[in-house]
């Protein structure tokens, strides 16, 4: 575009036209329908057009959703430019359509010039209800068309739970949370009252009784308390571990019993046979002698009650009797003592 041009456009946005330029009359705008009648409903194009100098500014109309009453908008295109020699071609498109039977007068549409005003040729539509087929019209039940009917109310469905969670699921998943925290808080005073852990791990898998008492004399041993003259708590915690062992092993209640409640029991349920029961007899009385009446015993019969302990243990321990393929089996809860097995051939009960 050359200067002059540019000059030209300048004046012409201002207002002001230079001498010898461009005129209005030199301008034309033109509005035109692809139709003049459509049926209730039907769409139709309004082309706007100018025909233009190319140094000319003209404004199309500033059209909102109706052109007049009665007359929808329901698309508008982009403006549209060609060059045709020194003239200048511009259009848009409109895409209307109306809902009311009537012949609609569309008044002139208004293009600004500068401060000219420039107007397009006034249009004629011609809007008519749908002509329904005479074969089709006889099928209607024209006394029906012309009774008043009462507006139905709203159906009423039902509300469904993904709906309702759909609408309210914030609300859910706090109420929820809240929950949950509650019940971990009651859930961990309650256990701190109880003097309970809060988690309860998975306990370990008790080892047999045998082993259990084996480790403990292993223990007493190695502290060497009536080597330093500590004979009450080595016999304290030799009988602790003798009662301990006899009721895993034998499922008997021995802490709640005296020594001699406790033989009795054994004897007359005939649990240790004669050599270990007087064994046990002789290491439970030497410890009430030494924890009661401030006996004393020998460094012999000490250490001869410790090696009764572990015999007594060593003879009475359960072992678990696994057996080949190719042998009887036996059945799931049959156990046999330790070394006792050969000796006692009268099914003695350990």
């Not at 009917?149 to 929820?176: A, M, W």
């Not at 060497?224 to 034998?250: G, H, N």
């Not at 649990?271 to 009385?285: A, H, R």
Request: proline share 4%; aromatic share 10%; with cysteine.
């Amino acid at each position: 575009m050359d200067f002059k041009t540019k000059f030209s456009i300048l004046f012409v946005l201002s207002g002001i036209i230079p001498f010898g330029q461009i005129q209005a009359q030199e301008i034309k705008v033109e509005a035109k329908l692809d139709s003049f009648a459509i049926e209730l409903g039907d769409q139709v194009w309004l082309d706007l057009r100018i025909d233009q100098a190319k140094n000319a500014i003209v404004l199309f109309p500033d059209i909102k959703d109706t052109i007049i009453k009665g007359i929808e908008v329901i698309e508008k295109s982009h403006i549209d430019t060609q060059v045709i020699g020194e003239r200048l071609l511009t259009s848009q498109k409109i895409l209307i359509t109306a809902f009311e039977d009537s012949i609609f007068k569309i008044p002139p549409f208004a293009f600004r010039f500068g401060k000219d005003t420039i107007y397009s040729n006034s249009l004629i539509l011609s809007v008519k209800d749908v002509d329904v087929d005479s074969t089709l019209r006889a099928k209607i039940d024209t006394s029906q068309v012309l009774q008043i009917f009462d507006v139905k109310d709203p159906i009423n469905t039902p509300f469904t739970f993904k709906e309702f969670f759909q609408r309210y699921y914030k609300i859910i998943l706090i109420v929820l949370g809240v929950l949950l925290i509650i019940g971990i808080l009651i859930i961990y005073f309650v256990r701190k009252a109880a003097n309970k852990p809060f988690i309860k791990l998975p306990e370990k898998p008790k080892e047999p009784a045998h082993i259990i008492a084996l480790k403990a004399l292993d223990e007493l041993k190695a502290k060497k308390l009536w080597q330093a003259d500590k004979v009450k708590a080595y016999y304290s915690e030799l009988t602790e571990i003798i009662r301990q062992y006899l009721e895993d092993r034998f499922q008997i209640p021995t802490f709640e019993r005296t020594s001699y409640e406790l033989l009795e029991s054994i004897k007359t349920d005939n649990i240790l046979d004669s050599d270990l029961f007087e064994k046990l007899k002789q290491t439970l009385s030497l410890a009430d002698l030494a924890k009661f009446a401030k006996y004393k015993p020998l460094p012999d019969e000490n250490d001869v009650c410790l090696k009764n302990s572990y015999h007594l243990v060593e003879k009475t321990k359960l072992i678990e009797k696994v057996q080949s393929s190719d042998t009887q089996h036996l059945d799931d809860n049959q156990v046999i003592t330790g070394n006792l097995e050969i000796e006692n051939q009268t099914n003695k009960k350990f």
